[in-house]
Antibody, heavy 124, light 110 residues
Framework: EVQLVQSGAEVKKPGESLKISCKGSGYYFTTRWISWVRQMPGKGLEWMGRIDPSDSYTAYSPSFRGHVTISADKSLSTAYLQWTSLAAADTAIYYC?????????????????WGQGTLVTVSS | QSALTQPASVSGSIGQSITISCTGTSSDVGSYDVVSWYQQHPGRAPKLMIYEVFKRPSGVSSRFSGSKSDNTASLTISGLQAEDEADYYCCSFAGSSPFVFGTGTTVTVL
């Protein structure tokens, strides 16, 4: 079974750094992009960015570029989302999701499956 | 890149059909046949329901169907059931962004 398992909930103070993880299993980790999606309390889904684990190439939404860093460790089959300086506005649930497409040579365009989500709370 | 526009809420009775619209622009929905739809129950991760406009993943009920016309995509739920009550989000490829989600629709089963 293809599965993504995310790290546990975090409580941080403004200005602190944080790195959360997303571990893939049941497939060859380098064959699927992984995206990160934010959901602020009571709000909708926002695509943040994605990584191709085969070469660590990343692409970011303009809204998140420069605020977060996406990385991956092939040897651990794990993708990461990190902040150097958190703010209260970063309080949200963060989901990772495999990003794929249905053809043999196609551009990944949908998200399936998703991790269970990581709640990040930033409060003084 | 602005979020795709969805109605905030849609409701229907058990057994009825409802349709959720997802309106974008010629730079996203109108340019690419890669709209996907996600169902999210409270406290749960989103689940893929429709991909590439109309394709249904294995395990998803045939009561769910997708379509697209110009800049608007649609998700139709036929034979509405109690377990369909959830939030639904559309998503489209958007070129350089490159993905944009819809604003989300809460489906209420009366």
């Amino acid at each position: 079974e293809v599965q993504l398992v995310q790290s546990g909930a975090e409580v941080k103070k403004p200005g602190e750094s944080l790195k959360i993880s997303c571990k893939g299993s049941g497939y060859y980790f380098t064959t699927r992009w992984i995206s990160w999606v934010r959901q602020m309390p009571g709000k909708g889904l926002e695509w943040m960015g994605r990584i191709d684990p085969s070469d660590s190439y990343t692409a970011y939404s303009p809204s998140f570029r420069g605020h977060v860093t996406i990385s991956a460790d092939k040897s651990l089959s794990t993708a990461y989302l990190q902040w150097t300086s958190l703010a209260a506005a970063d309080t949200a649930i963060y989901y990772c999701a495999i990003t794929r497409c249905s053809g043999g040579s196609c551009s990944p365009n949908f998200f399936d499956p998703w991790g269970q989500g990581t709640l990040v709370t930033v409060s003084s | 890149q602005s979020a795709l526009t969805q109605p905030a809420s849609v409701s229907g009775s058990i057994g009825q059909s409802i349709t959720i619209s997802c309106t974008g622009t010629s730079s996203d929905v109108g340019s690419y046949d890669v709209v996907s739809w996600y169902q999210q129950h409270p406290g749960r991760a989103p689940k893929l329901m429709i991909y590439e406009v109309f394709k249904r993943p294995s395990g998803v009920s045939s009561r769910f169907s997708g379509s697209k016309s110009d800049n608007t995509a649609s998700l139709t739920i036929s034979g509405l059931q109690a377990e369909d009550e959830a939030d639904y989000y559309c998503c489209s490829f958007a070129g350089s962004s490159p993905f944009v989600f819809g604003t989300g629709t809460t489906v209420t089963v009366l």
